[in-house]
Each structure stands twice: as structure tokens, then as C-alpha cells.
């Protein structure tokens, strides 16, 4: 799978969760809950793990193709990837703002 591809799959997966209807509502409603959007996404990539681990054991017992489990495998490397540079990156935020003299 090539680079592109995976880039491509993330950006997909990034906007499925931002159009999600809980998305558009939080997006609607006065307060937003960052937390339970937070937990969503996190939860979006544990079940991608366990998809990717269910196709891992299919192939171990003869029922999968291996295309279809190394493909799980980077979309699922992908995604947890994307997770922690979003984490780093809201936690580097936090540090620049609990800097800001008052």
C-alpha cells in the first residue's frame, strides 16, 4: 500500500469522524464536549485494532487473505499514529497557554 493511499484512508477517516451527527450536533450546540469527542475517536481506533487483529487471527486459521490483514494492519498503524500526534499536539497547546503571563 502505498504512502499516498494511507495518507488518503487517514483523511478519510479523519473526515468520517468530523461528519458524524454527533459531530454536527456538538457543532450546533452552544457547548461543545471535547471530552466525549475525544473518547469517540479513541474508541473509533480501539475498534479498528480489534477489526485488524480479528483479520490478523482469520489469516492465521486459513480464512483471510494476507492483503486484507497487512492492509488492516497499516490503516490501524495509521490511524494510532494520527491519534498521537493529535494528543501531542493538544497537549503542546496546553503547555503554550499555561505559559501566557496573566
Given at each position: 500500500m502505498s504512502t499516498a493511499a494511507v495518507a488518503a484512508n487517514a483523511y478519510r477517516v479523519a473526515q468520517g469522524l468530523a461528519n458524524r451527527p454527533e459531530?454536527?450536533?456538538?457543532a450546533e450546540t452552544a457547548k461543545p464536549?471535547?471530552?466525549s469527542m475525544?473518547?469517540?475517536a479513541i474508541?473509533?481506533?480501539v475498534d479498528q485494532g480489534r477489526q485488524s487483529e480479528n483479520k490478523t487471527l482469520a489469516y492465521?486459521?486459513?480464512?483471510a487473505d494476507v492483503v486484507d490483514v497487512v492492509t488492516a494492519v497499516a490503516e490501524t498503524q495509521t490511524a494510532f499514529e494520527t491519534m498521537?500526534?493529535?494528543r501531542d499536539k493538544?497537549?503542546?497547546a496546553y503547555e503554550d497557554i499555561m505559559k501566557m503571563p496573566i
Open positions: 459531530a454536527r450536533q456538538i464536549d471535547f471530552g475525544v473518547r469517540q474508541g473509533d481506533v492465521a486459521a486459513g480464512k498521537v500526534t493529535l493538544v497537549i503542546a
